[in-house]
Each structure stands twice: as C-alpha cells, then as structure tokens.
C-alpha cells in the first residue's frame, strides 16, 4: 500500500468516524488509527521493493532504509542510537526488557519522529498525557527537569510508569494501562518480539 492510499484510507476513515463516531469505539485514539496504518504501509512497503521496518515477515530493513527520524546512525532497526542507549538505561533500572520500551516509542512516536500532540493531548516520544507525566515523569538525565520532550526523561518514565502498574507480573495489564486497548497492547508485545 503506498502512503498515498494509506493517507486516502485514513481520510475515509476518518470521514466515516465523523458520521458515526461509534464505529470505532475500540479505537481510543486517533493516533493509534495513524499508527495502524502507518505499521501498514511499514510492512508494506513503498512501491520499491524495500519493506519497512519491523516488517509483518520478521525481516528489518537496510541500514538506513525508513529509519523512523531519517536519521543516519539508525540501526537495523530503525532505532536511533541514542534512542537505543536510552531503551537499554531505562531498562536495566526497572522490570521491563529495554525491547518493550523500544516497542512503545515505536507505536507511539517512530522513536521521536512524531511527538504530538495527539488527539487525547498525549505528548513526547512516549506519549503521556499531562496528568499522568505530572505523577510520573522523571529526570533521566539529572538537568533538573522533567521534559516530557525529552527521550532521556519520557523513557525512563515509561518504565517506571510501566513497573508501577504491573509490569513486572503482568505485562499485559501494565501495557493496557498505558494505553486502554487490546490492539495497543498486542501492537507493542509483536513490535517487541522482532526486537528480541
């Protein structure tokens, strides 16, 4: 699918939406429409040949191909270096695999490519919602701030929003949690299970 068709199929979605709002009442979020369809044009690819990355085969894309900020540096993974040091931090700090908190900023923000806000006001590479980063952000990286903005802070506030609501037992509720859908969280368990 082209991100032509794509950007049509969320335009019609979208228009279907506004003339009966219910049809989509297990989609929280506009954002995780757009995040559906940008996994669809991922793993579809663009028309050259190139998959995207992680792909619905389990293969990644060249070094550098649809890197999620087109940033060089990016790994086989579409994850930024630094973002990948900042996953990997996070993680030895709490309960959670530092591929879980990579699978989250990929769904919510292409790690840092798309920081809001979304339509329920999330915001940041990790996409909190203001009220919730007023009880958990962090200072991740002792600036004396917590910057939602900030990948060194949202990650780490991530994990440990993760951590309190579970994490540790029970993945799946504590992802539920972070965002109230079951296709959120089954999103985010696939995304995290290519990266092993």
Same mark, same amino acid.
């Given at each position: 699918?082209?991100?032509?068709?794509?950007?049509?199929?969320? %335009?019609? %979605?979208?228009?279907?939406?506004?003339?009966?709002?219910?049809?989509?009442?297990?989609?929280?979020?506009?954002?995780?429409?757009?995040? +559906?369809?940008? +996994?669809?044009?991922?793993?579809? $690819?663009?028309?050259?040949?190139?998959?995207?990355?992680?792909?619905?085969?389990?293969?990644?894309?060249?070094?550098?191909?649809?890197?999620?900020?087109?940033?060089?540096?990016?790994?086989?993974?579409?994850?930024?270096? +630094?973002?990948?040091?900042?996953?990997?931090?996070?993680?030895?700090?709490?309960?959670?695999?530092?591929?879980?908190?990579? !699978?989250?900023?990929?769904?919510?923000?292409?790690?840092?490519?798309?920081?809001?806000?979304?339509?329920?006001?999330?915001?940041?590479?990790?996409?909190?919602?203001?009220?919730?980063?007023?009880?958990?952000?962090?200072? $991740?990286? $002792?600036?004396?701030?917590?910057?939602?903005?900030?990948? !060194?802070?949202?990650?780490?506030?991530?994990?440990?929003?993760?951590?309190?609501?579970?994490?540790?037992?029970?993945?799946?509720?504590?992802?539920?949690?972070?965002?109230?859908?079951?296709?959120?969280?089954?999103?985010?368990?696939?995304?995290?299970?290519?990266?092993?």
């Amino acid at each position: 699918m082209s991100r032509v068709a794509a950007a049509a199929a969320v %335009a019609g %979605a979208l228009g279907v939406a506004c003339i009966n709002p219910g049809v989509f009442r297990d989609v929280p979020m506009l954002g995780e429409l757009v995040t +559906a369809v940008a +996994a669809v044009t991922d793993t579809s $690819g663009d028309g050259s040949g190139g998959g995207g990355k992680p792909g619905a085969d389990g293969k990644h894309a060249p070094e550098g191909k649809d890197a999620p900020d087109g940033a060089a540096g990016s790994d086989r993974d579409g994850i930024p270096a +630094a973002y990948r040091a900042l996953y990997k931090r996070a993680a030895a700090d709490s309960c959670v695999d530092w591929q879980v908190l990579a !699978a989250i900023g990929y769904v919510e923000s292409r790690h840092g490519a798309n920081t809001g806000p979304s339509s329920a006001g999330a915001l940041g590479p990790m996409q909190f919602i203001p009220d919730t980063w007023r009880d958990y952000g962090r200072d $991740g990286n $002792g600036d004396g701030r917590k910057d939602v903005h900030d990948p !060194a802070d949202a990650i780490p506030a991530a994990a440990g929003y993760l951590c309190a609501h579970g994490a540790a037992t029970n993945l799946r509720g504590a992802l539920w949690h972070y965002n109230h859908s079951t296709r959120y969280v089954d999103h985010v368990l696939v995304v995290a299970d290519r990266l092993r």
